[in-house]
């Protein structure tokens, strides 16, 4: 993953390139660096851990070319010597990367058989060497087209030599954007750590290399056969992000939900209608889907599993669903009336950008269900569903995951009038009942207090399973992932028609479970699955509407949810207490919410 910038042009002060590599910290956060070129040397900064650590080791320095990295690890702990920028044997060659180099061990054993020296155990070290091999014989450029042909893998890669006043990079399935600032080029890993300076850009191709020097900017193919430089002016708004008055991003999105959802209708519903203009694909070959496979990770595809049950029920498809890293190595065999649904918040998740290409690859025609309109899973699939929840900040998924969930049930809707499936009366009764949503969820955040109160009673618990059936099972998963990603206690999702086929073992005293147990087809089945539980004195959180008395006392604790009209709506409301009670459960702790260890909001590794 990690996050690159690169700097060159008129004087300015370093916190510049900090400041900017402050906007890709969603990338990773487990170190960082910077060097400038300065008086013929190089100044060089490193610091483990958030970006703010490293602004606050730097004095006021003036450069006019440099480089700054923040790193989410993948070969080699967070740690000084690990971190970027990294340098050849002779400190002349400074390297940012972001990517795998997968043949880095073979590269490394041969350069280090020539005389090379690593001091770090990353696979970015063997690029500055590889540069310094070749740039015995050749000038930097050439250098740089000859280790490219070596690397294997993928790499967006930033790098300048000592007393060579150029930016040098290179991109291979790493994303890489120039930015073309008034007093120079700026070179960042996405769009918007460049929008706050320029709305002047390119998106750098795939497989180019680039030379940047004061006033001039050249880009090539790999052969260094000349591309022509395909500018582009970018309209979208620099949204002001802020915590507002909240303690956390997290918290500020969760209270955003019945916002969002306010606005998917108003976007997507008119005159009682439902209206995707973006799928790019005619009703004639909406009519004839027969099939549908979602590709997704982490919480989109918990939202893209609410979403399987949605589909077959209301729209009669086979759904298949899979996490994209198995996807893309499935030998999965699409027909012309299959359709793809990718589902990505970032729109950069690498595992979901490949499993995509492979679809494609085979002829599918696959829509997107995102937030970040421009990101690079929108720029490649036909057709989009964009999520509106608006730029989400908490590692921790929150509004795009009700987002996606809602996009769905409207995209389920949708198709099953296509198909002439669901008849008027019943079309309109749903629509009434997702304008209930966001009061749904209102109604549950104004009893946060509540909520907080009974995660702090069991944030003592070491071990949590989240049991749901039919439409939340899904939820039950999600439930879990957002406990365990914040708070780091274990907690697992599972079916509760399961938990008898093994998990049932875990259950004591000492065990809390947190059981979804709203009003639907499955209830009575779940209330048999809590009395399991309380048999073996496990303890119970039931997140439940309208349970009678006796119900009521088999459980421990109960968080109570509106009664639904329709209880197919209910994942969209009872992950709000759910996520409410991962974040309680985490702030007790003392948790770090908002960056867990670990993770990255944007996973642009495989
Ligand atoms: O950007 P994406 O939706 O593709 O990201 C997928 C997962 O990495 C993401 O949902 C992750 O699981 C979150 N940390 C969950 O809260």
Not at 70 to 76: C, D, E, N, V, Y
Not at 378 to 388: A, D, H, M, P, R
Not at 508 to 533: F, G, H, P, T, W
Not at 578 to 606: H, M
Request: with cysteine; proline share 3%; charged share 25%.
């Amino acid at each position: 993953m990690c996050g690159i910038v690169g700097y060159i042009g008129k004087e300015k002060n370093i916190h510049f390139l900090v400041d900017t590599l402050k906007y890709l910290e969603y990338r990773g956060y487990d170190s960082c660096g910077v060097a400038v070129a300065k008086n013929g040397g190089v100044f060089l900064q490193k610091s483990k851990g958030k970006i703010e650590n490293l602004k606050a080791r730097l004095k006021e320095e003036k450069f006019s070319l440099g480089i700054a990295h923040t790193r989410w690890a993948t070969h080699g702990v967070p740690n000084h010597l690990n971190s970027h920028p990294h340098f050849d044997c002779c400190k002349e060659i400074f390297v940012v990367h972001n990517g795998i180099i997968e043949n880095y061990a073979t590269l490394k054993d041969r350069l280090i058989r020539k005389g090379h020296k690593f001091i770090s155990q990353t696979d970015t070290e063997v690029i500055p060497h590889l540069l310094e091999e070749f740039n015995k014989k050749e000038d930097i450029f050439e250098a740089l087209i000859h280790t490219v042909e070596e690397l294997e893998g993928s790499f967006a890669i930033v790098l300048f030599r000592k007393n060579t006043h150029k930016l040098l990079f290179a991109k291979k399935d790493s994303p890489l954007i120039l930015g073309i600032l008034e007093e120079g080029f700026l070179l960042t890993s996405d769009i918007p750590a460049i929008l706050p300076f320029t709305k002047e850009l390119i998106n750098i191709e795939d497989k180019s290399l680039g030379v940047l020097e004061d006033n001039r900017c050249r880009i090539f193919d790999f052969n260094g056969k000349n591309r022509k430089l395909k500018k582009e002016r970018v309209e979208l708004h620099q949204v002001a992000i802020s915590k507002k008055d909240y303690s956390h991003f997290m918290l500020k999105e969760i209270f955003e939900q019945p916002k969002v959802m306010e606005r998917l209708i108003s976007f997507y519903v008119k005159d009682e209608e439902i209206n995707f203009k973006d799928l790019n694909l005619p009703l004639t070959k909406l009519k004839e889907i027969s099939k549908i496979f979602i590709f997704a990770c982490g919480t989109a595809y918990h939202a893209g599993f609410v979403g399987k049950y949605l589909l077959e029920k209301y729209v009669g498809v086979d759904v298949e669903i899979d996490v994209s890293s198995e996807a893309r190595y499935r030998k999965i065999r699409f027909s012309s009336k299959d359709l793809v649904l990718a589902i990505s918040q970032s729109g950069e998740t690498a595992d979901t950008l490949a499993a995509v290409r492979e679809a494609k690859r085979k002829g599918a025609k696959v829509i997107a269900i995102c937030n970040v309109l421009g990101s690079t899973l929108t720029k490649e699939s036909e057709g989009l569903i964009s999520t509106l929840a608006g730029p989400e900040i908490g590692v921790a998924s929150t509004k795009a995951y009700t987002a996606q969930v809602f996009s769905l049930l409207l995209f389920s809707l949708y198709l099953a009038r296509v198909k002439n499936i669901m008849n008027a009366n019943s079309f309109a009764n749903f629509l009434k009942e997702l304008k209930n949503v966001p009061l749904y969820q209102k109604e549950i955040l104004e009893r946060a207090n509540e909520i907080e109160k009974i995660a702090n009673k069991f944030s003592r618990f070491g071990c949590f399973l989240f049991l749901g059936r039919g439409i939340n099972y899904p939820s039950a998963l999600e439930g879990a992932l957002k406990l365990k990603e914040i708070s780091y206690i274990p907690a697992e999702g599972y079916p509760a028609g399961e938990m008898k086929h093994g998990p049932i073992a875990l259950i004591d005293e000492y065990r809390a479970v947190v059981c979804i147990a709203v009003k639907d087809e499955l209830y009575s089945k779940m209330i048999s699955n809590v009395q399991e539980i309380k048999a073996r004195k496990g303890k119970v959180l039931g997140v439940v509407n309208d349970l009678n008395e006796d119900e009521a006392r088999l459980m421990d604790e109960i968080i109570t949810v509106p009664n639904f009209r329709i209880t197919d709506v209910s994942p969209l409301v009872v992950a709000v207490p759910l996520q409410l009670f991962a974040y309680f459960v985490a702030k007790n702790l003392g948790c770090e919410i908002d960056q867990p260890r670990n993770l990255a909001k944007s996973v642009t590794v495989e």
